[in-house]
């Protein structure tokens, strides 16, 4: 595994040349960050060493190394979720090549449903903490020891602290909270909804928690962010869909671009 990702960082930086300091991963509707990215270098996942391709219609397969306010990024454009193969270790090959390109920490996007009135479609969630409902791990299967990775930390404090700061200072709404793994690709039903409310959730989604596992595995920082596309299962009258997540994604995405750029722009 490692030598592929080193291979792919090969591949990458004798095209871009300097090495990178922020990853991102860009959830259902985000890729509009990608389009920012100054000197842009886009490498199509299919190019690259053992990298997945995204079965999903509102994701792209595309990472886009570049220079954003200043800061040296590659953002995967179009993560592969788990309910595509069922397969949790998916993101394993994308992320240890951030940590290859120079990354020393990620930060996570998604689009997720809302277990909180006050926290409504088109607002940010910022994610203090997860609970992982599928009960999958990516690291099932490691024989090392440091497969018992901790998770007391894992969405790194400075970074909450930054996201927030950055939040405010260009006035977009960011609320915290936990966000739940549900494998997917169904919708929840309103029982496991009414459940994780009462679990203490706050967001549920299908992504994420796998890549925060493996890149605490690997050693990256994690921060992470939902854009709220619709409240849960069985909270309003209306059915679920993707359609309602691909529409309502991009109100979200502005915010979430406004907010990210702040805090790179606090970095540089
Ligand atoms: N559930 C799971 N995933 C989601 C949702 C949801 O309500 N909204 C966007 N992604």
Redesign the pocket.
């Known amino acids: 595994m490692k030598g592929l990702a080193e291979d792919a960082a090969k591949r990458i930086l004798d095209k871009v040349k300097e090495p990178v300091s922020v990853g991102m991963v860009l959830g259902s509707g985000l890729g509009a960050l990608a389009d920012e990215v100054e000197d842009a270098h886009r490498f199509d996942y299919s190019d690259l060493p053992g990298f997945p391709v995204s079965s999903v219609s509102s994701h792209a397969s595309e990472l886009v190394v570049g220079t954003l306010m200043g800061v040296r990024v590659a953002i995967l454009a179009g993560r592969v979720h788990y309910y595509e193969q069922g397969d949790a270790t998916v993101m394993k090959q994308p992320l240890a090549t951030l940590k290859a390109l120079g990354c020393d920490h990620v930060l996570l996007t998604n689009?997720?449903?809302s277990l909180r009135e006050e926290i409504a479609p088109g607002e940010l969630m910022l994610i203090d903490d997860h609970i992982n409902w599928s009960g999958r791990s990516p690291l099932i299967g490691v024989e090392t020891d440091d497969r018992f990775v901790g998770l007391t930390e894992a969405y790194d404090a400075t970074i909450r602290a930054n996201l927030r700061k950055a939040a405010e200072s260009v006035g977009v709404k960011l609320d915290s909270g936990v966000y739940t793994w549900?494998s997917?690709p169904n919708?929840?039903t309103p029982a496991e909804i009414r459940a994780v409310r009462i679990l203490g959730a706050d967001a549920?989604?299908?992504s994420t928690v796998p890549e925060v596992i493996l890149a605490r595995w690997m050693g990256l920082k994690v921060g992470a962010i939902s854009t709220i596309?619709?409240y849960?299962?069985g909270m309003t009258g209306n059915e679920?869909s993707h359609e309602e997540?691909k529409e309502i994604g991009p109100i979200g995405a502005k915010k979430l671009i406004k907010v990210i750029r702040a805090y790179l722009d606090a970095m540089a």
């Open positions: 689009a997720a449903g549900f997917g919708f929840e549920v989604g299908m596309t619709n849960g299962a679920l997540t």
